[in-house]
């Protein structure tokens, strides 16, 4: 009876050894886990256009009300590295911007291809040089980004993965530039907005089929946007403004209520 006694009890004891080895190794685990935020990308990731620019950013204007912060202010991840930077292209993402990335890294975001494809060149040439000039503008961009753009975002991506490897990584997407048939009466014709988003939908797609072999997500924000483009009457976009780096830009409003959702949807 008393040999039944204890090993009852030393089978207990052992259960609850085991219980708090298993409880620690939960604990070292989790602390363990990747949670630091890594923001990477061009203009429309470091907020050009929002408004509030970080003095230290110099040109890269990275701006208090860009997305990757108002989302760190709203998480408060562990760590949060803000590496966007106007005009970037995957080149300067390459060389650049990928130096937070390690394996505490559990979240990246970034918007790239835009400036690859030569969008701020083809938006001056269709704002002033008329129609003709700029769908032929257009064509070129959209020829870019269904022969060339493909093999310039996969090594980003690949970059990414190798020096984050348990990060959820998020890839996020333009806006349509117009409501077609919309409120504006003057600019650029409708044949060359139709263009523009058409320009818009291809770099998308591209993006979307280059971030999903890469087992990352891509974040569409023309839902978000929609009829919040310019000439909707409630636009979340710039125009042509002053200072004129902020044209075709998302506003403070299009970087929280545009952005935002979709990363925190996402993440």
């Not at 970059?159 to 959820?168: E, H, L, Q, T, V």
Request: charged residues 15%.
């Amino acid at each position: 009876m008393k040999l039944r006694r204890w090993a009852s009890t030393a089978t207990a004891v052992v259960a609850l050894l085991g219980l708090s080895t298993l409880g620690a190794s939960s604990a070292t685990a989790e602390e363990a886990a990747p949670t630091g935020y890594v923001a990477l990308g061009d203009s429309y990731s470091s907020g050009v256009g929002a408004g509030d620019y970080d003095s230290g950013s110099g040109n890269c204007k990275r701006s208090a009300n860009a997305y990757p912060k108002l989302w760190s202010g709203a998480n408060s991840p562990s760590s949060f590295d803000f590496t966007a930077c106007s005009g970037a292209r995957t080149g300067d993402v390459l060389s650049g911007q990928l130096g937070p990335l390690k394996d505490s890294t559990g979240l990246v975001s970034i918007t790239i291809g835009g400036n690859d494809a030569g969008f701020a060149d083809a938006m001056t040439t269709c704002v002033l040089q008329g129609e003709s000039a700029c769908l032929k503008r257009i064509k070129q961009a959209r020829d870019y980004i269904a022969g060339t753009l493909p093999g310039k975002l996969d090594p980003v991506y690949d970059a990414i993965r190798d020096k984050a490897p348990s990060a959820k990584v998020v890839v996020l997407g333009y806006p349509n530039m117009y409501k077609l048939k919309g409120a504006c009466n003057v600019g650029l014709s409708e044949k060359s907005r139709a263009a523009i988003n058409s320009a818009a939908a291809d770099l998308n797609d591209v993006t979307a089929k280059r971030a999903a072999d890469h087992g990352f997500s891509f974040g569409d924000v023309r839902p978000t946007f929609s009829g919040h483009e310019i000439c909707s009457g409630s636009s979340w976009l710039h125009s042509v403004t002053f200072p004129v780096g902020d044209s075709y830009h998302p506003t403070a409003a299009g970087q929280s209520g545009g952005y935002l959702p979709v990363l925190d949807g996402l993440a």
